[in-house]
């Protein structure tokens, strides 16, 4: 629940904000981009100037909530290094950890005192002068609606969407075991404003390219299930991407198809990323099995069904790595009730 003092210093820090720079954590996704959208719209109409600066560009499929008002700009340390050291009130949304900010990490530190941080991942090495953090909360989109619910805001058709897809997609549609009565609340708050969760759905998952589809059968294909099968991974390398045209593909969704085989209570997507050397890894579990912990092992992190890392090293290694410990993390639970 976020406290009455969250609440206050939120109302502290936006009553008569001028100039604000809202920011994310690398590989924007659903709730990032839904938090910053809506908390954007919010900000402009109490007469602020806004700025959105991002590490990496928002995927095709999210487009569709962006805010052609407030663009999103590409970070460049020559033009952004000078903005973040000087503007008065920077808002770090989604994101609490400083080594998801990518090349933003040193600029964003140095920035810390000014930097009001709004999150619902648990806190890890977060310098910000300021947090509004809750674990409780299944999504930061949803933090950013009840923070601005004292102002009698109606947002724009627009924004009410952004939330909304924050909302939805960090719940996996009120799948996960992050969806709560608070959760639909929220939801039902934004359906009230007109909100069609249908269209949204068929924006966000129905619109998927030839390139995701063939490699999500490369994918499905190379399936590897543990002794016990009750770990599933999948490697993408950059060979596979390239020959696909999928470098920009969202390859996160494989996971949701993997965690619905049946006994499966662990699923491993492992990425190589581009330049060599590195490897994303997409952490999923079903029932109590924390990823989270596994996760923070490697220095990555996320929730407690969903968490991601990125690791130095060679694919096949990595894989190795991450995979013994996942299957172990399986081996010490009893057999899962169900869900996720």
């Known amino acids: 629940m976020i406290r009455p003092a969250d609440h206050e210093l939120f109302r502290r820090r936006i009553e008569g ?13 659903g709730d990032a981009l839904g938090s910053q959208f ?55 949304l989604d994101n609490s ?6 090349r933003m990490e040193r600029p964003m530190v140095a920035a810390a005192e000014r930097t009001l941080c709004i999150d619902h991942h648990p806190m890890r090495d977060a310098p910000w002068a300021e947090t509004i953090v809750d674990v409780g909360s299944c999504a930061t989109a949803a933090m950013v ?24 997609t960090d719940t996996g549609f ?7 009565s608070r959760a639909h609340r929220v939801a039902a708050d934004l359906l009230a404003l ?18 995701f589809t063939r490699l999500l059968g490369h994918a499905l294909a190379g399936l590897r299930l543990n002794d016990a099968a009750t770990v599933a991974s999948v490697l993408i390398d950059r060979e596979l991407l390239e020959r696909l ?4 593909e969202d390859t996160t969704e494989i996971t949701t198809t993997l965690l619905a085989l049946d006994g499966v209570r662990i699923v491993l997507l492992f990425r190589e990323l581009a330049g060599g050397g590195r490897v994303k890894v997409s952490l999923r579990s079903k029932g109590e099995i924390d990823v989270h912990a596994l996760a923070t092992e490697f220095g990555g992190g996320g929730h407690r069904n969903a968490s991601g890392i990125v690791m130095e090293g060679a694919l096949d290694e990595v894989a190795r790595i991450v995979g013994a410990r996942a299957d172990a993390l399986a081996a010490a639970h009893d057999p899962p009730a169900g869900g996720r």
């Open 174 to 180: 009120f799948r996960y075991n992050s969806t709560s």
């Open 97 to 102: 950890a400083p080594d998801r900010l990518g």
């Open 17 to 29: 904000a001028g100039d604000v720079v809202l920011v994310t954590h690398i590989n924007p996704d």
């Open 245 to 248: 045209d999928a470098e920009h």
């Open 194 to 211: 007109g909100v069609r969760p249908a269209r949204i759905f068929r924006q966000i998952y129905e619109r998927n390219s030839v390139a």
């Open 145 to 168: 609606w009840e923070l601005t619910r004292p102002f009698d805001w109606t947002p724009s058709a627009r924004a009410a969407d952004a939330i909304y897809v924050g909302l939805a």
């Open 38 to 92: 809506g908390l954007a719209a919010f900000l402009l109409e109490r007469g602020a100037r806004v700025r959105i600066v991002n590490h990496d560009p928002t995927p095709e499929l999210l487009s569709f909530i962006a805010d052609p008002v407030v663009p999103v700009e590409l970070y460049d340390s020559t033009t952004h290094d000078a903005l973040l050291a000087s503007v008065p009130t920077i808002v770090l």
